[in-house]
């Protein structure tokens, strides 16, 4: 992992919306909480605008997070973000307490490289029709990718690439192949476009068999 988050909390002693509201308004502060690890939950205030911009870096969501209550350490993941039904504003964070002997289950992006320059979208006019972007991997906390990568270069026309083709990191498994091959679940595939001369080819073709058994 190549980037460390640290974002900075605060002890919350006051809980309920009145509370919340006050925070959120006065302090520019939102509530959260921390919890699991086999610890009691500790309710935190952070800054809004903190978590807000680092929100803005898609690795936030897939990275162990520390967060640093007035010097108290914690290695946490964020877990679930609440916000305003129609204000861009967030109203509350909720964060898993992490340790490096047991497994995380963390949702991470899905980055596509080469779709240009793949043979059957650039040669033979396929488009590419993405299924996913993200996958819920589980792995220790020091093994938590940023990203997987998904290489479109020699994906051939209507060849579809399915959940257990992507190649992972070491020690990361893909939560959904757990529960067996049914779950093998597509991922992106290439395919021409609809109403192209090839699909009208098969049209006429299957119109006229069906005119022959006539």
């Not at 350490?73 to 039904?85: A, G, N, T």
């Not at 579809?160 to 190649?167: A, G, I, P, Q, T």
Request: a negative charge; charged letters at 30%; glycine letters at 8%.
């Amino acid at each position: 992992m190549s980037q460390d988050f640290v974002i900075e909390a605060f002890p919350r002693d006051d809980q309920g919306k009145g509370a919340s509201r006050r925070l959120r308004r006065e302090e520019r502060k939102i509530p959260a909480i921390i919890y699991g690890g086999g610890k009691d939950a500790t309710a935190i205030s952070i800054w809004h605008n903190e978590l807000k911009k680092a929100l803005e870096n898609e690795a936030f969501f897939s990275h162990v997070l520390t967060v640093d209550i007035q010097g108290k350490k914690e290695s946490v993941i964020l877990k679930d973000l609440q916000r305003h039904p129609y204000k861009p504003i967030l109203t509350h964070a909720d964060f898993l307490r992490v340790d490096k002997d047991h497994d995380i289950h963390v949702n991470v992006p899905l980055h596509f490289i080469n779709e240009e320059t793949a043979s059957a979208v650039k040669n033979q006019g396929g488009i590419v029709t993405h299924q996913m972007n993200e996958v819920e991997v589980i792995c220790r906390p020091q093994n938590l990718p940023e990203f997987i990568e998904v290489d479109m270069q020699d994906v051939e026309m209507d060849q579809v690439v399915h959940l257990s083709d992507l190649k992972l990191p070491e020690g990361v498994v893909i939560a959904a192949l757990q529960q067996g091959e049914d779950h093998d679940l597509p991922v992106v595939a290439i395919h021409m476009p609809k109403g192209t001369k090839a699909d009208e080819a098969e049209d006429a073709e299957g119109e006229g068999e069906e005119g022959g058994e006539e």
